[in-house]
């Protein structure tokens, strides 16, 4: 007689917050115990030892990082359109930017490439984003692409009010 088993699959999430503004970051697939920065270094520990962090590439393999903005109505009830991102970074490969709205109930997202424009050098771009879009709520993300580092400044928007209320 055999006996069939599930295999059980283990992910690991790493949340960190930041004392100063309150702003969360969620990490995936850090399987550790705990964190330090020492000098200019960071360490984590896990059951299988001590690590340092750092390196361009996860053992051979591309990191992607995300930014996701929370859902924003940009302090007012009043249906937006957001007509353009401004992007203060240094990146050394192209930058994916999207932007997220319902509309009509229907939520709609629309994706830009962004140049990484010189390697290592602070740039600013603009992102125009498509017209159309109109709604109480938006959010946004910016990810790398082929595992590039990417360095986030700033980021702003245009948002035009329109004249309905939700």
């Not at 006996?3 to 100063?20: I, L, R």
Request: glycine share 10%; proline share 1%.
């Amino acid at each position: 007689m055999s006996e069939e088993t599930d295999a059980v699959v283990a992910t690991f999430d790493c949340w960190a917050v930041n004392s100063e503004t309150a702003a969360a970051s969620r990490y995936e697939n850090f399987p550790f115990h705990s964190m330090v920065r020492i000098g200019d270094h960071y360490y984590a520990t896990s059951d299988e030892g001590l690590f340092r962090l750092g390196g361009d590439d996860d053992a051979g393999a591309e990191i992607h990082c995300m930014l996701v903005t929370g859902k924003t109505d940009f302090g007012t009830e009043a249906l937006k359109s957001v007509t353009q991102a401004s992007i203060g970074y240094s990146a050394t490969s192209p930058l994916l930017f999207s932007a997220i709205y319902n509309q009509s109930g229907q939520e709609t997202s629309v994706t830009y490439q962004v140049d990484s424009g010189y390697v290592g050098v602070e740039r600013e771009a603009r992102v125009k984003i498509g017209r159309g879009g109109r709604s109480r709520y938006w959010q946004f993300v910016i990810e790398n692409t082929a595992g590039g580092n990417l360095t986030l400044d700033r980021l702003d928007f245009d948002v035009m009010r329109l004249s309905r209320r939700v």
